[in-house]
């Protein structure tokens, strides 16, 4: 079966420092994209960052960066320089590559971050 | 560009009853997919429609389905309501390709009594 885990229930952080938040999966494909959302308490499901099995080279966004160990099978998110807002709950999810046609995301439970002022 | 609409917000039924709920997608998108949220099973996938077809479906009962209309909206359906299906209820659309960037709606969070 083709799970996903992360392992911090929840995780807190002083504004402006960096955090990191851990993510697992278990499969047996080898093409697939990984994401990391986040829900905040508006409950809006946002994407924050995208990476592709295939590409080495590490994804970003702005403040988002993402550890992807193909290998190891992790994917942890890198939040420098938090702020208020991103205190949300962040989800990480996968879903196998397959001709374009699989929306079937499959999540973990979700991290639930506070940036403390 | 408006983003993805979901109706109602809020609604509270009792068990034995049925429900629908509406989503909108983003104008040009195709695929609308469903999940379940709870706090203890997380996010669960439903169905996802694809040009008023079902194309994928997740592991649940009967008493879930589904429809999109031509203009790609979707309904879901939920008959003979147990407490277990209070949860939040997200809908996502995308445009149908390889890229499975998913835009959720804000929910509809449905409570059984």
């Known amino acids: 079966a083709q799970t996903v885990t992360q392992s911090q229930p929840e995780m807190s952080v002083q504004e402006a420092e960096t955090v990191t938040l851990s993510c697992t999966y278990d499969?047996?494909?080898?093409?697939?994209?990984l994401f990391w959302y986040k829900q905040p308490p508006s409950r809006q499901m946002i994407l924050v960052i995208r990476?592709?099995?295939?590409k080495q080279q590490n994804a970003t966004e702005n403040r988002f960066s993402v550890n992807f160990q193909k290998a190891a099978k992790s994917f942890s998110l890198k939040i420098s320089d938090s702020q208020l807002g991103d205190t949300a709950m962040y989800f990480c999810?996968?879903?196998?590559?397959?001709?374009?046609?699989?929306?079937?995301?499959?999540w973990g439970l979700g991290t639930s971050l506070a940036v403390n002022p | 560009k408006a983003g993805v609409t979901q109706t109602p917000r809020y609604l509270i039924k009792t068990r034995g009853q049925q429900v629908t709920l509406s989503c909108s997608p983003i104008?040009?998108?195709?695929?609308v997919s469903w999940y379940q949220q709870t706090p203890g099973q997380g996010l669960q996938f439903l169905f996802e429609?694809?040009?008023?077809?079902?194309?994928n479906k997740g592991n649940f009962p009967g008493r879930f389905s589904g429809r999109q209309f031509s203009n790609s909206r979707s309904e879901m359906n939920v008959s003979t309501l147990e407490l277990g299906d209070s949860a939040l209820y997200l809908c996502?659309?995308?445009?149908?390709?390889?890229?499975?960037?998913?835009?959720f709606g804000a929910g509809s969070r449905l409570t059984v009594l």
């Open positions: 990476q592709e099995a295939y």
């Open positions: 999810a996968f879903v196998p590559f397959n001709a374009g046609n699989n929306r079937k995301l499959i």
């Open positions: 104008s040009g998108h195709r695929s």
């Open positions: 996502a659309s995308s445009m149908g390709g390889g890229a499975n960037v998913l835009t």
């Open positions: 429609y694809f040009s008023e077809t079902q194309r």
């Open positions: 499969t047996s494909e080898n093409n697939y994209y």
